[in-house]
């Protein structure tokens, strides 16, 4: 079982940076993907960004250039650093990870652009 515990949400304004810290613990390996997600409401829940352990990236189109995410010197940690904030980006955030073949989610953690 893998439990992922999510920080670093909070009121930002437009322009303002936030970084999101996920770390996972009751591992007893590396986990492979990790990358998160957001939900805004009334809306699907999507792709923000997500990494491999060799470190491959994918973004979506409207955070590209930025956001930035990376994963912890312990693989098991993965950060997502967010520049340039827009009232868009008002979502809660989950954490995401791919571990022996299962999905594992955080609780999420609100982030708010506003002024």
């Known amino acids: 079982q893998v439990q992922l515990m999510e920080s670093g949400g909070g009121l930002v304004q437009p322009g303002g940076s936030l970084r999101l810290s996920c770390a996972a613990s009751?591992?007893?390996?590396?986990?492979?993907?990790m990358g998160w997600y957001r939900q805004a409401p009334g809306k699907e829940r999507e792709l923000v960004a997500t990494s491999s352990p060799g470190g491959w990236t994918n973004y979506a189109d409207s955070v590209k250039g930025r956001f930035t995410i990376s994963r912890g010197n312990a693989k098991n940690t993965v950060y997502l650093q967010m520049n340039d904030l827009k009232h868009e980006d008002t979502a809660v955030y989950y954490c995401?990870?791919?571990?022996?073949?299962?999905?594992?989610w955080g609780q999420g953690t609100q982030v708010t652009v506003s002024s």
């Open positions: 009751g591992t007893i390996g590396n986990i492979d993907f």
């Open positions: 995401k990870a791919d571990y022996l073949w299962k999905e594992y």
